[in-house]
């Protein structure tokens, strides 16, 4: 069973940056996908990255401000910078093995969430 713990996530202020960890324990990590719910919102998935991280996919609206990256086993990573109170959320890291997608139903396997917190 694949066991995937997020941290980094906190409180900032509109503007500022925040950098989520995902590590994976178990096994090499396949297709990362960060995903993050706010109250009363769906799960909207905001970035994947590839097994080998050649191809990425990101959310129109983190587009230019949030970049994924990864190492080649088992920690991702979702920089964020310029953030808005809109991207108050619980972030999600997840992995698929059918590909990299924005669609949760590809993702077999989750964290827990880490809350991000934009606020001044």
């Known amino acids: 069973q694949l066991h995937l713990v997020e941290s980094g996530g906190g409180v900032v202020q509109p503007g500022g940056s925040l950098r989520l960890s995902c590590t994976g324990s178990?096994?090499?990590?396949?297709?990362i996908g960060w995903f993050r719910q706010a109250p009363g919102k769906e799960r909207e998935g905001v970035a994947c990255?590839?097994?080998?991280?050649?191809?990425t996919v990101y959310a129109a609206s983190v587009k230019g401000r949030f970049t994924i990256s990864r190492d080649q086993r088992n920690t991702g990573y979702l920089q964020m910078n310029s953030l808005k109170p809109e991207d108050t959320a619980v972030y999600y890291c997840?992995?698929?093995?059918?590909?990299?997608?924005?669609?949760?139903?590809?993702?077999?396997?989750w964290g827990q969430g880490t809350q991000v917190t934009v606020s001044s």
């Open positions: 178990g096994r090499p990590l396949e297709n």
């Open positions: 997840a992995v698929s093995v059918i590909g990299c997608s924005r669609r949760p139903d590809w993702f077999a396997h």
């Open positions: 990255i590839s097994t080998v991280g050649g191809n």
